[in-house]
């Protein structure tokens, strides 16, 4: 994600005088890279990893902590506003959540609100996930009456003026005419009722996660008292979104104030907590994941220079205080990481290994790579996807019902369970592209994951080779011959046999199971109607799908 700077604006913040060249070096070193420089303008290249980073204010607090100008964790007075959001019934299968904030005295001007509107649209795209999990909405705080009401409408009686136009529109209107009605209405077009926010008068602030008003969602120049708000359906995301956002509007001088969330079934939350969380690792884990011994002293400046606070016991515990605008913190690996960072990779003298070892590809690498070959060879395009899916495409949308291992903490629901077929993937990705050319033939090797009570895991990872055909017209007797093809080169000449199969994913009397030595690996055919449905494709596919031997040999 490119972040866009003023140079001089961000050494200002920085409170150091620094070269391009130091300032290069220094953002490399944090994992952060000078992407572009044009005059006083300076575009950085930000980690995805690194939310808390995607403003110059972010950027600069990280600098700071880093060349030791301000060590430490950073705290973040939170005063009592007084001021509510009240959540009405009806948001629980809409947009669920909603937390808030105020931050006062803030410093603006047309650069400043170029800034904090990238910022936000940064947050909402990568942490948000395109807005589907968290929006943010910035307002003029004086021109709220409070409390604001968080609230679901028929879309037809939503009315107000969106931000950037004097004219009024209806919610239909708004998703069908507006440029961000276009591209974020459908995350809530599917519902009854769409989600409001309002204040005591009704005046409208936003139609989350759309669009904001053209009065009460309009900040400019003049504006220096800001209500932030973040609706979305996961509680740590949104508060992590709100968390990052307040506190880089509050490295501009500003102050921050707490709302009162209250919810109709009578839960009450104060937003935002900036309060850090803690955690404690050992020295030895340090020890063994970065390969340094490390005294205690260097352990505590490597994790203040990151932004965290720190204490060691005689134990050799280390009692770490996270920041509550770092969200990349998911485990004690990801605070060791920094444990190197912030001792300096620079720093670290490399060593010759005590024994000396020929490397050499593992039997299934080389079974994998020459599945790619010989794909590749009857013209067909390679694509990559993710391990982790969505349950819908991987049996409702395929007509199954197979067993699959589910995460038991989903950030998403979208990415909820591991693969246990490479097929819905497939099919998804061509569901994507059907304004591409035809003929489309893609492949996929990787593994899936299958659950297996025997296993320690209780699960297990099998290679697999899947390829699929769309056309106007396909042909299954084509399919067979490639399959074929493959077979054999890969050393089962006269190894294997092609075996009526019933499949629901499949037109019965079209697809076959792929036996080899006697053992059923794979399957091929022609998906049913009703599956290509599911998909929305509305031209056929033929498809295949085998395991390959995890110890390299059939």
């Not at 220096?224 to 949104?238: K, N, Y």
């Amino acid at each position: 994600m490119i972040v866009e700077c003023e140079l001089d604006d961000l050494l200002v913040m920085i409170g150091k005088k620094m070269s391009i060249e130091e300032l290069e070096e220094t953002l490399f070193l944090i994992k952060a890279e000078i992407e572009r420089i044009e005059g006083n303008i300076i575009e950085i290249d930000i980690k995805p990893d690194r939310p808390d980073m995607l403003s110059p204010e972010g950027i600069a607090r990280a600098i700071r902590s880093f060349l030791s100008i301000e060590l430490g964790l950073k705290a973040y007075k939170v005063r009592k506003s007084g001021h509510e959001v009240i959540v009405k019934p009806g948001l629980s299968k809409i947009r669920k959540y909603i937390v808030g904030g105020i931050v006062r005295g803030i410093t603006t001007s047309d650069e400043l609100i170029k800034d904090y509107m990238h910022l936000q649209e940064a947050l909402t795209s990568t942490h948000g996930r395109n807005r589907k999990k968290a929006s943010i909405g910035l307002y003029v705080h004086d021109e709220i009456k409070y409390p604001v009401v968080y609230r679901p409408m028929k879309p037809e009686s939503i009315r107000f003026a969106p931000l950037g136009h004097e004219i009024e529109m209806d919610g239909p209107t708004i998703l069908r005419e507006h440029e961000k009605g276009v591209i974020y209405g459908p995350i809530i077009a599917h519902q009854k009722k769409w989600p409001m926010l309002v204040d005591s008068r009704g005046e409208v602030l936003s139609l989350p996660p759309v669009i904001n008003s053209n009065t009460l969602g309009q900040v400019s120049t003049e504006t220096r008292d800001i209500f932030v708000e973040v609706t979305g359906t996961h509680l740590p995301t949104i508060s992590q979104a709100l968390n990052i956002m307040v506190a880089s509007l509050a490295q501009r001088g500003g102050t921050i104030e707490s709302v009162i969330v209250r919810y109709p079934d009578g839960t009450v939350d104060e937003t935002p907590n900036l309060a850090p969380w803690k955690t404690t690792l050992t020295k030895a884990e340090i020890a063994e994941l970065t390969g340094l011994d490390l005294k205690d002293k260097e352990i505590i400046d490597s994790l203040e220079k990151m932004g965290y606070g720190a204490r060691i016991s005689k134990s050799g515990k280390v009692a770490v205080s996270v920041p509550s605008y770092r969200a990349d913190i998911l485990h004690g690996v990801d605070i060791i990481e920094d444990v190197a960072i912030g001792y300096g990779f620079n720093n670290i003298e490399p060593s010759i290994p005590q024994t000396m070892t020929t490397g050499k590809l593992l039997p299934i690498t080389r079974i994998m790579e020459k599945s790619r070959d010989l794909m590749v060879g009857i013209g067909y395009q390679e694509i990559m996807s993710y391990i982790m899916t969505s349950p819908d495409t991987l049996n409702p949308r395929m007509n199954r019902d197979n067993p699959t291992v589910v995460t038991s903490n989903p950030k998403s629901r979208d990415y909820s369970v591991l693969r246990n077929s490479l097929l819905p993937n497939l099919m998804d990705l061509i569901s994507r592209n059907q304004h591409a050319d035809y003929p489309q033939k893609i492949f996929e090797v990787g593994y899936v994951v299958v659950p297996d009570e025997e296993s320690e895991t209780r699960s297990r990872q099998v290679p697999t080779l899947c390829g699929l055909v769309t056309d106007n017209n396909v042909n299954l007797t084509h399919l067979m011959t490639e399959i074929g093809f493959a077979l054999r080169n890969l050393g089962l000449e006269g190894k294997f046999n092609f075996v009526q199969r019933i499949d629901s994913s499949f037109i019965e009397g079209r697809c076959g199971t792929i036996e080899i030595g006697g053992e059923s690996l794979g399957y091929f055919g022609e998906i049913a109607p009703e599956v290509l449905v599911n998909f929305g494709l509305i031209k056929p596919v033929v498809a295949f799908e085998l395991d390959l031997p995890l110890s390299g040999e059939w």
